[in-house]
């Protein structure tokens, strides 16, 4: 059975730096890209990138070029999402996926909530 697992809900203050993983079940990880969403309060998805776990190939929306890092840990089957320099506008639940041959398949999401 595929599943992205995701870790738990953090609250950071603003400037801070916020990480979540996403951990890969039930198929070979590196044959899929991972994609990174979220959704703020009242907003619709925003796609923030995609890593290539097979050779850690990246692509950033524009709004997360500066601030985003994308990581992917072959010998754990686990994608990283890093955001550094936190704004109280990224409060959000940031959710990993993948469209694998069998279906579409999303983590359960990550609260991150930038607070003073």
């Known amino acids: 059975e595929v599943q992205l697992v995701q870790s738990g809900a953090e609250l950071r203050n603003p400037g801070a730096s916020a990480k979540v993983s996403c951990k890969a079940l039930g198929y070979i990880f590196t044959s899929y890209y991972i994609d990174w969403v979220r959704q703020a309060p009242g907003q619709g998805l925003e796609w923030m990138g995609r890593?290539?776990?097979?050779?850690?190939?990246?692509k950033y929306a524009r709004n997360f070029q500066d601030r985003g890092t994308f990581a992917a840990d072959t010998s754990t089957n686990t994608a990283y999402v890093e955001l550094t320099g936190l704004r109280i506008e990224d409060t959000a639940v940031y959710c990993c996926?993948?469209?694998?041959?069998?279906?579409?398949?999303w983590g359960q999401g990550t609260q991150i909530t930038v607070s003073v």
């Open positions: 890593i290539d776990p097979e050779n850690n190939g990246t």
């Open positions: 996926a993948s469209r694998n041959k069998s279906g579409d398949y």
